[in-house]
DNA sequence: GTTATATTCTACTTTATAAATAGACCTAAT
DNA sequence: ATTAGGTCTATTTATAAAGTAGAATATAAC
């Protein structure tokens, strides 16, 4: 399961992305905490962890916010799941972004479990990386 | 990601369908955690969690045991995923077996995360629901 | 330069849920 | 009756999610 931080980044993303082709100043964490009904202080933490990684823009003091670091056909939903949920496979031992091998592994190579997450994996990067901002924005979700 | 409990069930009903296959006896809990090297207590609540569900049979009593209710090749990943983490869905309001509505969701039919995750959903469910545990044990794993 | 506004950063508390553990209790075979 | 097993209740521990409070910092406007 997605968890509640890539949800809530998501939400507030794509709001930013909708937003952003209107007018071209920065949103304030107020506007989107109260827009998309987000708890705010989580927000900040969310949002902080989208600009830390680049994904986000953001301008500090009076008229300050955030928008997006790069055009919305350049930011894919994976990208996004990836930056707060750290990867977006189903067990660690399939991801590319966050690999870890698992506890008592005794050998990857024939594991039954992993060999059918594999194929999760690749389904959900494939739909995931191939949808960006602006796809989602305009509901033209491809697969 | 899958949960420990989802992880740890598929570990040890997978054990129990290569072992199945060559003696007809219950297994015990204390062999499948010992094998798998699961924590045993945590098992035990898996275990019974799948026997409510009408996916492993137990014998009580001395000589008893765990084993599978079905055949191997009429229970499928999908199933036991759902029997532990009660869904395969990346967010609840694209499941069949635990939909609930988001929060805060002013529309579910306009909902561009709702869009993208059914895609992820529908492939998942592809995966785990077309791959048995015979699939499983045999390393038969399509798409 | 001062003020207002907004992000950034730190720290702590609470609540909910997942993960793990402990022990008493029930069942069936011998 | 005894033994070997599952069943059930309760509790603890760890982590995710959320909320609270406040100080530090940056920028625009005056």
Do not use: W
Not at 6 to 29: D, S, V, W
Not at 39 to 68: A, C, N, T, V, W
Not at 77 to 103: E, F, H, M, W
Request: aromatic content about 4%; overall charge positive; charged content about 30%.
């Amino acid at each position: 399961m997605l968890s509640k931080k890539a949800k809530y980044g998501l939400q507030a993303i794509i709001f930013l992305a909708k937003e952003t082709r209107k007018k071209k100043e920065p949103m304030q964490i107020s506007e989107l905490a109260a827009h998309e009904n987000l708890p705010k202080k989580f927000l900040e933490i969310i949002l902080l962890d989208m600009r830390k990684q680049g994904i986000l823009h953001s301008q500090m003091g009076r008229g300050g916010g955030y928008s997006l670091a790069r055009e919305a056909n350049k930011i894919t939903v994976g990208q996004i799941v990836r930056a707060l949920d750290g990867t977006i496979a189903p067990i660690s031992c399939v991801s590319k972004s966050a690999y870890r091998k698992c506890n008592d592994c005794k050998d990857e190579k024939t594991c039954e479990i992993r060999k059918v997450m594999q194929k999760v994996r690749d389904a959900t990067a494939k739909i995931l990386d191939g949808t960006s901002l602006e796809d989602a924005v305009k509901g033209k979700v491809k697969f």
